[in-house]
């Protein structure tokens, strides 16, 4: 049966975990972490890094490094979260050709879902070394508060990644499976899940026959660590404008210095109540001197500075709580999701609310694979405990009507798959065509909820105004992702539709993509193959190099010695010559003669 991964693509970091024998297992890197830096790099001689080796250089090669692309999956060029990233970021974003937002990488321009499926790739390629097969389908988390264009990038990056993504599904509504998966409770429980880049919260009752119903949920995409990050830089690049006059923004190596060490200095004040930020040559003073940054910060400056933030995530709980009609002593347990939770504020801030201490038994950072991969097994029947997941769409559906208006279709938090249908009638003699548009949002004004298509009804039949009646039927399905379709009521004929001003990859732009992906994918297996090869054969080469000696001493004196000698020096001197080359065939063959080489060797020391 084929196994089903499940991912947590997160803004900071991604997780990969899978059942086996009922369990959920979190499966750990080459490098023994359990989750791996959502970070893409193009290095200078055009190799891809991805996890922790994109991290690693990520000072040294700012421009080229990407993180937080979830940041800006599905989202348009034109929206403010965009402009931003565009202001903040060390790599450079310029306009995609469907007003999407793409990320320029040595002077190559790439999709966002085309760079989150790097990071995919990856995941998946993690799972296949640990279970010693391919893996081909996963079940991919995304924050609860996604829309429809941010859902649909997501699952075209699992496409681009080689993956069939069986379901999408929300990241709190995951950790909550995990948490209540084989537990046999009857319980509402919150979810409070702030991440490295978003923030959620849900609300579910679990239901101890295995069935896990949202009942509401809210959230912010553009609200997590990443923004109490930006405010310990800010306080950082302001201090030192004050002291030097001097500003650091306009050094994107400081930049991204000063980013790694505001988040370091953040994560540390969780179990410190005080740090020193430490970055010396941070920027040359213009007169040939370098300046250091030095400043301490408390628990209590950043709590202050971050205030705001934390009252935000509060704002939305209660919301989404009065949304629903539930009072805060109905919630029986609180669970915390996401790096950030561990901050003290923020704890203390949500126990506050709820007056109650949330619970303390889920990981933080692996919860949420471990929903996917609970939800993975039971789409394919792998897993012991039956599990039904009613989520819902946390935005409202509708159209713009007359006046620039939204009308709803599908209000918020309707459990899904859904759908609603709807009459539409020409309003003028002949017409052949009805543009409908579609967004996402809870605002009045159409224009200020997200766009997600022009949907245009062609080829009508010709008659009198009002005498064509079309059915539209607006459908959210299991993952959220939102189809229209259009029937002709008298005729109960399939009407066509052409989707415009959407900011997704046409399929055309995806297939290419993919095709790059397999590329990308044999060139890998063959630069690791030449790496194995290289490594086996310096080994080889050294021990050779050691024995020359004693082996010299021995046969040195005749003339089948000599040439037994100069053989191995041949050998050696094509096997270097294959290495320097990255000719990997030839260097198998060369591994093979300096094994053969290193055996003659041992076999004349053994004898001397
Ligand atoms: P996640 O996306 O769930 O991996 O969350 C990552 C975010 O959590 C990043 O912004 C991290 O800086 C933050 N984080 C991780 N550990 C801590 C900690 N101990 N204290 C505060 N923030 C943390």
């Known amino acids: 049966m084929d196994k089903v991964i499940g991912i947590d693509l997160g803004t900071t970091n991604s997780c990969v975990a899978v059942v086996e024998n009922g369990q959920a297992v979190v499966i750990a890197n080459r490098g023994g972490y359990k989750t791996t830096p959502s970070m893409v790099a193009m290095t200078e001689a055009g190799k891809r ?9 990520a000072i040294t090669n700012a421009e080229n490094t990407v993180y937080s692309a979830k940041r800006l999956i599905g989202r348009k060029w034109s929206s403010p ?18 007003g999407d937002v793409r990320i320029v990488l040595r002077d190559k321009v790439y999709s966002v879902p085309e760079v989150s499926a790097m990071v995919l790739s990856e995941m998946k390629l993690i799972a296949e070394e640990y279970l010693g097969h391919e893996v081909k389908k996963a079940v991919v988390t995304v924050p609860a508060y996604f829309n429809d264009n941010q859902r649909q990038a997501t699952k075209d990056a699992g496409a681009i990644a080689g993956l069939d993504v069986i379901r999408i599904i929300n990241e709190p509504t995951a950790a909550a499976l995990a948490y209540g998966y084989g ?18 919260v849900s609300v579910l009752e679990i239901g101890s026959s295995g069935v896990f119903k949202v009942v509401s949920t809210a959230g912010d995409t553009f609200l997590g660590g990443e923004d109490f990050d930006a ?26 210095r ?20 430490n970055l010396p040559f941070i920027i040359s003073s213009g007169r040939n001197e370098a300046l250091h940054l030095q400043r301490v910060l408390s628990r209590a400056d950043l709590e202050q500075i971050t205030a705001d933030l934390v009252d935000r995530t509060v704002d939305i709980m209660r919301q989404t709580l009065d949304d629903a009609g539930i009072s805060r002593e109905e919630v029986e347990d609180v669970v915390l999701v996401g790096g950030m939770t561990r901050m003290p504020r923020v704890q203390s801030s949500v126990q506050e609310f709820f007056g109650r201490e949330p619970s303390k038994g889920v990981h933080p950072d692996e919860v949420v694979a471990v929903g996917a991969a609970i939800q993975g097994g039971a789409l394919v029947e792998d897993s012991q405990q039956k599990v039904v997941l009613l989520d819902v769409t946390p935005q409202t559906l509708g159209m713009m009507v007359a006046g620039g208006l939204m009308e709803p279709l599908i209000p918020k938090d309707t459990t899904v798959p859904t759908l609603r249908t709807k009459a539409f ?79 997704g990859l046409t399929k055309d732009e995806i297939q290419a993509m993919i095709d790059a992906g397999k590329q990308y994918a044999v060139e890998r297996k063959r630069d690791e193959e030449y790496e194995g090869r290289k490594q086996e054969a310096e080994g080889l080469i050294f021990e050779i190099e050691r024995l020359h000696e004693k082996v010299a001493k021995v046969v040195g004196g005749s003339d089948y010695g000599r040439d037994a000698l100069e053989k191995a020096k041949g050998v050696i001197d094509r096997a270097r010559h294959a290495i320097d080359r990255r000719d990997s065939p030839a260097l198998k063959e060369q591994v093979e003669a300096l094994t053969r080489t290193l055996k ?3 076999g004349v020391v053994a004898k001397a």
């Open 231 to 256: 405010r310990v830089i800010d306080w950082l690049v302001n201090g030192f404008q004050e002291e030097q006059g001097i500003d650091l923004r306009k050094d994107r190596m400081a930049l991204q």
């Open 600 to 602: 003659m060797f041992k």
């Open 425 to 503: 009638t020409t309003s003028r003699d002949n017409q052949t065509a009805v543009k409908i548009l579609v967004m996402q949002g809870e605002h009045e004004e159409a224009n200020k909820n997200e766009l997600l298509g022009e949907f245009i009804l062609t080829g009508l039949r010709k008659a009198n105004a009002g005498a064509v009646e079309i059915e539209v039927t607006f459908e959210i399905n299991a993952d959220g992702i939102v189809s229209v379709h259009a029937k002709d009521l008298e005729t109960g004929k399939q009407q066509s539709i052409t989707v415009t001003a959407t900011s």
């Open 81 to 98: 979260q965009c402009k931003q990233v565009s202001q903040s970021a060390s790599y450079n974003i310029v306009e995609g050709p469907h």
């Open 258 to 277: 000063l980013k790694d060490a505001a988040e370091k200095a953040k994560v540390e004040l969780s179990s410190v109540e005080e740090v020193e930020i």
């Open 49 to 57: 890094l991805v996890g922790h080796l994109a991290k690693r250089q």
């Open 183 to 200: 537990r046999n409770v009857d319980k509402l429980v919150a979810v409070y899940d702030l991440g490295g880049g978003t923030f959620d």
